[in-house]
């Protein structure tokens, strides 16, 4: 303790001595000195590891000292929310705010190699005391009569029990049984099946939006696989499940699920033959489970990033290795298995599929080069309204025209389509009291909606009305795009060149850089000043736009305003915008398409850059790929 203790008082002191006067030069030396603690108390493996997870990267190779403190915040206080370059006032406070951390690390890392030092000394000097222990226990155990009265009835109970069985759940019923039932998947279910029947599978991940088949299609590749003679699958190869969010271990590694680990004869869990010889016994995970077959991890990107580093040397090896100090190789008394095991390891040679609704940039970059990438398109709603009917036909139950559109306007998740049908087949069973001859009607429909107090998940706010100063762009979260509404107004300033600009508080700085851009653009085109006018513009709504692919929607709308120009209500538009006017390209085209469809646009305008993105009948859109504003100007202003 007296040298974590030494260490942060000498850091203190640097820190301290130079709180009024920050420059860069003892701003980098203060950095290299909190660097350097944090790497000896983590290790560069842990580093690694959080830095990649919290994205501190780009930050901490900055050659401005300012911009690699934001990076060492990401890194040492592991939070992302980092990202403003602080001003000199606030530095010391930072630096402050990093010196309590680091003190708390090492504080807790010394109290726990004290801990660990006494634990090891006690259970050396218990060893011995513990078998006896546990000697005693079997012995004991087995001198009594384990068929009691009480035991008995236990046991009738338990049996008694298996013997109650409530019929399947709703989504085991209407569950695909083969690829062809998935729906609006065919792109994303022809991709997986086809690496996983070669002969050589590859390992997968698979992004995608919750409830659009990505587990149900995992599943059924591998049955389908299985029938397949040049597949590398046998007849009988597992598919393992689990999920990335409830997968836990401790660092001493007794448990690991996901794994293995190996019981210690002293702790809790180990055979008692075992224990009683004093003999650890290995104990295999699901990637051991999983050999020869399929480890599915639902929600890939929530593993414990330790945990994955270990999946990614079990890929590597296609084995799992067990240490135990308490193994002796020598002990006659060691099972042929549990020598099997120490020796050579368990067998775990597998395909992952790992799946998640998280975006590929925030998934660790060393499980992507691993594995191929596969995307899963959003349902759209007439895919909802197919799944709905589907799953209707399988529970046996007839619907009135109009309710498998409704709950399409509820949710654009298969899944949760499914359970809003049985909430209304259960409520219409429950009504006429039997279940011969059920039927859903749209005011049922409404009713079960109304009780779980739903609203539509989309308005179509489309129009074929021509309006000025307003536009419609497009952006993107998480894998769904939507719509953007633009307005701008603009009135004369009450002194020529003086006039000011009013843009969302909440607007990101990318898309009020977009505003300067666009005032080279007006006056290139009108040979007008922006600084004649009073602009007001406005994100309706208030969301905050990240990037620059508003910057041509925003041009149009202040153009629009300024020369009095309509605009149609039926188009939206994507693209950066240069200073020169030029369209340049931007991303998520796919999302952003499919948010426009989602509004009822009948087209939208995208950088011609961007054409490739997308396929001629894509969410059923007209396409107008564009590389200058007068093009934009052109589509919006409608002329022929």
């Not at 000199?88 to 680091?102: G, V």
């Not at 990240?546 to 309509?566: F, K, V, W």
Request: negative net charge; proline residues 5%.
């Amino acid at each position: 303790m007296e040298d974590v203790k030494d260490l942060l008082s000498r850091l203190k002191n640097q820190i301290d001595g130079t709180m009024s006067n920050i420059d860069d030069e003892e701003l980098n030396r203060q950095l290299n000195a909190i660097y350097s603690i944090y790497a000896t108390a983590m290790g560069p493996e842990q580093i690694i590891v959080q830095a990649s997870q919290y994205n501190a990267v780009k930050y901490m190779h900055d050659e401005n000292p300012r911009i690699r403190l934001i990076g060492m915040e990401r890194l040492i206080l592991e939070s992302q929310d980092y990202s403003r370059q602080p001003t000199d006032e606030e530095i010391p406070a930072i630096l402050d705010k990093l010196e309590d951390k680091l003190a708390e690390i090492l504080a807790r890392q010394a109290v726990e190699r004290q801990l660990e030092q006494k634990i090891t000394s006690r259970l050396e000097e218990r060893h011995e005391e513990y078998i006896n222990e546990i000697r005693q226990e079997i012995l004991s155990e087995e001198t009594q009569t384990p068929e009691t009265p009480q035991n008995k009835h236990k046991m009738e109970k338990l049996e008694a029990m298996d013997r109650v069985q409530l019929t399947a759940s709703v989504m085991q019923v209407v569950r695909p049984q083969n690829l062809s039932e998935i729906i609006g998947q065919d792109r994303a279910v022809k991709a997986l099946a086809s690496r996983i029947s070669s002969p050589y599978p590859q390992h997968i991940l698979l992004y995608g939006p919750p409830g659009v088949g990505k587990t149900t299609a995992a599943r059924l590749v591998l049955e389908e696989a299985k029938q397949l003679s040049y597949t590398a699958f046998g007849k009988d190869a597992p598919f393992v499940e689990c999920d990335g969010t409830t997968l836990r271990w401790d660092n001493h590694d007794m448990t690991n699920p996901l794994i293995g680990s190996v019981h210690d004869p002293i702790y809790q869990g180990a055979q008692k033959e075992l224990a009683d010889e004093g003999i650890p016994e290995p104990k295999p995970g699901l990637v051991t489970d999983a050999h020869g077959g399929i480890l599915f991890i639902d929600e890939i990107g929530e593993l414990d990033p330790m945990m994955l580093n270990k999946l990614l040397k079990v890929l590597e090896d296609k084995r799992v290795y067990f240490e135990s100090a308490y193994y002796d190789e020598e002990n006659p008394q060691v099972p042929a298995y549990i020598k099997k095991l120490f020796r050579e390891g368990a067998p775990a040679d597998f395909i992952l599929i790992g799946a998640t609704t998280r975006a590929p940039e925030d998934i660790n970059p060393a499980i992507r080069s691993r594995c191929a990438e596969i995307f899963f398109d959003p349902l759209q709603p007439f895919h909802v309204k197919q799944i709905v009917e589907k799953a209707a036909q399988k529970l046996l139950v007839t619907l009135e025209d109009g309710v498998a559109d409704t709950i399409s306007q509820y949710t654009m998740e298969g899944r949760k389509a499914v359970n809003l049908l049985a909430d209304a087949y259960s409520l219409a069973v429950y009504e006429k009291g039997n279940t011969e001859d059920i039927h859903v009607s749209q005011a049922l429909m409404e009713q079960t909606a109304r009780a779980s107090r739903l609203s539509p998940w989309v308005k179509k706010i489309a129009s074929d009305t021509a309006k000025v100063g307003h536009i419609y762009g497009l952006g993107v979260a998480g894998y769904w795009g939507s719509t953007i509404e633009i307005e701008a107004v603009a009135f004369p300033a009450m002194d020529a060149g003086k006039g000011t600009i009013h843009f969302n508080e909440t607007a990101g700085s990318m898309a009020k850089d977009s505003v300067t851009t666009a005032a080279a653009v007006v006056r290139s085109l009108t040979n007008k000043r922006l600084s004649d006018y009073d602009l007001h513009i406005n994100i309706i709504g208030g969301g905050n736009i990240d990037g620059p692919s508003a910057g041509c929607a925003i041009t149009c709308a202040i153009l629009s305003a300024i020369e009095n120009i309509p605009l149609r209500q039926d188009y939206a538009v994507t693209g950066e915008i240069s200073l020169s006017g030029e369209v340049k390209p931007v991303g998520g085209i796919q999302e952003k398409a499919f948010g426009a469809r989602q509004a009822g646009m009948k087209g939208i305008i995208l950088p011609k850059a961007n054409r490739s993105d997308l396929g001629e009948s894509d969410m059923s859109l007209t396409i107008e790929a564009v590389s200058h504003i007068r093009e934009v100007l052109s589509i919006m202003r409608n002329e022929e």
